[in-house]
C-alpha cells in the first residue's frame, strides 16, 4: 500500500494525541494518520485522532484518505462557528466549546474564555480537530480509560465522554459565576454608595453571561444531533439521557444568573436612584433650617426702629426665635425622614 498524503504531514503541532482500543482495552497510543486509514476500516478497533492546529491542507488530505467531503475542512477550520451539530452521508462533524473562568485582573471587565473543539464521527473512529490547546484532553482520556466497557460500543462512547467532559466544564464555570454573584449581592446592599469597580464586576459578569449564554445552550441540539444520528450512540442512550439532563440543567442555571445578574443591575441602578433622593431631601431640610436664622437675624439687623430695637430684649428675642425655629424645623423633618 502506498503512502498517503496524510502520512507526510508533520506530526509536531499537527497530530497531537492518538489512541487505538480493541475490546475497551487500549493497545497503541502513536496512531500515525497512515496507520488510522486501515484501522477505521476495522470493526474490532476503536480509534481516535486529534490534531491540534492543522493547516488547511494537511486537513484536506486526512479527509480526502477518509472520504470525508469538502464540507468538513470547512466545518472544522472555518471562523465564529457555533456550537452544532451536523449530519452528512458519510459521517457526523460537531462543534463545541468548553469555558473558564480567567483569574481576576484589576480593571478587567470579562473573564470568561472559551476553547473550541470539532470532531467527526466515523463508526469506529473520532477525529478531533482543535484550534488552541485550551482544552486539557488528558482529562478526557482519563475518563476514556476508566469506562472500557463503554468503549466497546464504539465512536459514541468517545463523544460521550468528550462531551460529559465539555459539560462538567460549563457547570464549574457556571458556579464560579453563581459564587461571584453572590459576593455582588452582598455587596450591593451595603450602606455605602458603590464605586466604578462594583460596576465593572457586575458589567463583566452580563458579558461573561452572555458569552456563556451562546456556548451552553446550543449543547441541547448538539447532544440530541449525536444521539439520533451518530454511529453507535443508540446504544449508549441511557448515559446520553444522562447527559442531556446536565444539558438542560446547565442550560437552566445560566438563564436563571442571566436574570439574577440583569436584577443586581437594574437594583443598582434604583439604590443609586434612592440614594441620590434621600441625599435632596437631607440637602433641601437642611437649606430650610438654615434659611430661617438666616431670615431672622437679616431682620433683625435692618437700621429701622423695631420692638426692642438698641435694648437688650431684642437680642434676646431674636435668639429665642432662632433657637425655636430651627429646633421645630428639625423636628418636623426629623419625624418625615427628611434627615
Not at 498517503?4 to 506530526?11: C, E, G, V, Y
Not at 466545518?75 to 460537531?94: C, G, Q, W
Not at 473520532?126 to 485550551?134: A, E, K, Y
Request: glycine letters at 6%.
Amino acid at each position: 500500500m502506498s503512502e498517503s498524503p496524510a502520512s507526510a504531514l508533520p506530526p509536531h503541532g499537527v497530530l497531537a494525541h492518538s489512541r487505538v482500543w480493541r475490546d475497551g482495552v487500549c493497545v497503541d497510543d502513536d496512531v500515525t494518520p497512515a496507520e488510522m486509514l486501515d484501522l477505521a476500516r476495522d470493526p474490532q478497533a476503536l480509534v481516535w485522532l486529534d490534531l491540534l492546529r492543522p493547516s488547511q491542507q494537511g486537513l484536506e488530505a486526512i479527509a480526502r484518505d477518509l472520504n470525508l467531503p469538502w464540507t468538513a475542512v470547512e466545518d472544522a477550520l472555518a471562523p465564529h462557528e457555533r456550537a452544532k451539530v451536523t449530519r452528512h452521508e458519510s459521517h457526523l462533524f460537531f462543534t463545541v466549546y468548553t469555558a473558564r473562568l480567567r483569574a481576576a485582573q484589576p480593571g478587567q471587565s470579562g473573564r470568561l474564555e472559551v476553547s473550541r473543539i470539532s470532531g467527526i464521527v466515523l463508526p469506529m473512529a473520532l477525529v478531533t480537530i482543535r484550534l488552541d490547546d485550551g482544552v486539557d484532553l488528558d482529562e478526557v482520556m482519563r475518563r476514556w480509560e476508566e469506562g472500557p466497557e463503554l468503549l466497546r460500543h464504539g465512536s459514541g462512547a468517545l463523544v460521550y465522554g468528550l462531551l460529559d467532559f465539555v459539560v462538567d466544564g460549563h457547570f464549574d464555570t457556571i458556579q464560579e459565576i453563581d459564587d461571584e454573584t453572590e459576593r455582588i449581592e452582598d455587596l450591593l446592599f451595603e450602606d455605602r454608595p458603590m464605586d466604578r469597580s462594583f460596576q465593572r464586576a457586575v458589567y463583566g459578569l452580563r458579558k461573561d453571561l452572555v458569552q456563556l449564554r451562546r456556548v451552553v445552550l446550543p449543547m441541547r441540539e448538539v447532544v440530541n444531533g449525536v444521539l439520533r444520528h451518530a454511529p453507535t450512540a443508540g446504544a449508549l442512550g441511557v448515559w446520553y439521557d444522562d447527559l442531556y439532563d446536565h444539558v438542560l440543567r446547565a442550560s437552566e442555571w445560566t438563564e436563571s444568573l442571566r436574570d439574577m445578574v440583569a436584577s443586581i443591575f437594574e437594583t443598582n441602578l434604583s439604590l443609586t436612584d434612592a440614594r441620590l433622593n434621600t441625599i435632596m431631601k437631607k440637602l433641601a431640610g437642611w437649606a430650610a433650617i438654615i434659611a430661617v436664622p438666616t431670615l431672622i437675624t437679616s431682620w433683625y439687623g435692618q437700621n429701622i426702629p423695631y420692638p426692642g430695637f438698641s435694648e437688650p430684649t431684642g437680642l434676646y428675642a431674636c435668639i429665642a426665635l432662632i433657637v425655636v425655629s430651627t429646633v421645630g424645623l428639625y423636628l418636623v423633618f426629623k419625624r418625615q425622614d427628611w434627615l
